[in-house]
């Protein structure tokens, strides 16, 4: 592949995502068929990896945050995947904000060293 395939092939990119595709705009979300189906832990050397798995097929990779404390962070993570299980995906922030709040974790991140009344 030379630099002008590349970048029309950038180009394309670039104009499909101008479309409006109903599971990627803000009018279609909360009336999108595609859920959280299964989260999956994957540890590699002193890494954990987390696969969440979509009834569309579509599959998403991330990383744990810590690189010490593999059970631990899998543990958190089966915590959090009862929650997660039959959302919707693309609500990215929320979930993020609610699992943050998740009255579990309270005595851990910015609430640790607090006491809750």
């Given at each position: 592949m030379n630099r002008?395939?590349?970048?029309k092939g950038l180009a394309a990119l670039g104009a499909l995502s101008l479309t409006s595709t109903k599971a990627f705009s803000?009018?279609?979300?909360?009336?999108?068929?595609m859920k959280i189906t299964d989260i999956r832990t994957v540890p590699i050397s002193r890494y954990?990896?987390?696969?969440?798995?979509t009834?569309?097929?579509i599959t998403g990779l991330g990383e744990s945050g810590t690189w010490g404390f593999l059970e631990a962070s899998?543990?958190?993570?089966q915590t959090f995947?009862?929650?997660l299980i039959g959302q919707d995906p693309l609500r990215i922030e929320h979930?993020?904000?609610y699992l943050y709040r998740f009255d579990a974790f309270q005595w851990f991140g910015d609430h640790g060293g607090t006491e809750r009344h």
């Open positions: 002008r395939e590349f970048t803000s009018k279609g979300r909360g009336k999108i068929s954990l990896f987390v696969e969440i798995f009834n569309e097929g899998e543990k958190a993570i995947k009862r929650y979930h993020w904000q």
